[in-house]
């Protein structure tokens, strides 16, 4: 069965300053990543995806992320802050096709310090 | 560009009542999964639908039960209601058999909350 773990329960950031999230998966196959954002009380919402192809992503919002395969990380990535990215970011995993259902890691809250 | 909806947006019951939530997919996604997120937790897998066939099954307890109608829409009927059933249900899309893109489009959710 896959896994997600998110090292970091609550990271706080200078607005402007660059950030990097952590995630690690455990999957024997090639999983699809995905990271997701939720802001308090409301849905989530899809930053960025991999399936195969080309390891770094780009993503919504300014977002990247990098798949690198050796390490089981598949980490988030922005270069310069701003107070809305202010949210609970999660990380996610999928198995592919029959059985697509994601499975996420415990989440990580960004706080953003003017 | 239209989006998963889900109603109601917040539903109060009190124990042992019984309770429906409903979810409408993006235009042309065939597929529906259902997640639960506790208070603090990340979202748990529940149940999922293909072409109204069920496709997967997480922890959904037995008091649960879903199904996906003709027009893709999808319903989950929670029965016997416990405290610990609050949470916020979210209701995903995919266009997965149309399109074999894997990729999943989350409604707002509805906070269930049982008194």
């Known amino acids: 069965a896959q896994s997600v773990t998110q090292p970091d329960i609550h990271i706080t950031v200078s607005e402007g300053a660059s950030l990097e999230l952590r995630c690690n998966y455990s999957y024997g196959a090639t999983p699809y990543l995905f990271w997701y954002v939720q802001s308090p009380g409301q849905g989530l919402q899809l930053l960025l995806k991999?399936?195969?192809?080309?390891?770094l992503v780009q993503g919504i919002k300014g977002f990247e992320a990098e798949f690198k395969r050796s390490q089981s990380s598949f980490n988030l990535r922005k270069p310069s802050v701003h107070w809305s990215d202010a949210a609970e970011y999660f990380c996610?995993?999928?198995?592919?096709?029959?059985?697509?259902?994601?499975?996420f890691g415990t989440g990580t809250r960004l706080t953003i310090i003017p | 560009a239209a989006g998963v909806i889900q109603s109601p947006r917040h539903l109060i019951k009190e124990k042992r009542e019984t309770a429906t939530l409903k979810c409408y997919p993006i235009?042309?996604?065939?597929?529906v999964y259902w997640y639960q997120q506790g208070p603090g937790q990340d979202p748990q897998f529940l149940i999922s639908?293909?072409?109204?066939?069920?496709?997967d099954k997480g922890s959904i307890p037995d008091r649960f039960s879903a199904q996906q109608f003709s027009d893709y829409h999808s319903e989950l009927n929670m029965s016997s209601l416990e405290l610990g059933d609050s949470a916020l249900y979210f209701c995903a899309s995919s266009p997965l058999g149309q399109q074999g893109k894997y990729e999943q489009y989350f409604g707002p959710g509805t906070r269930l909350t049982v008194t």
């Open positions: 639908f293909y072409e109204k066939m069920q496709s």
């Open positions: 235009p042309r996604h065939d597929t």
């Open positions: 996610a995993v999928g198995a592919g096709f029959g059985n697509e259902k994601l499975t």
């Open positions: 991999y399936f195969s192809g080309d390891t």
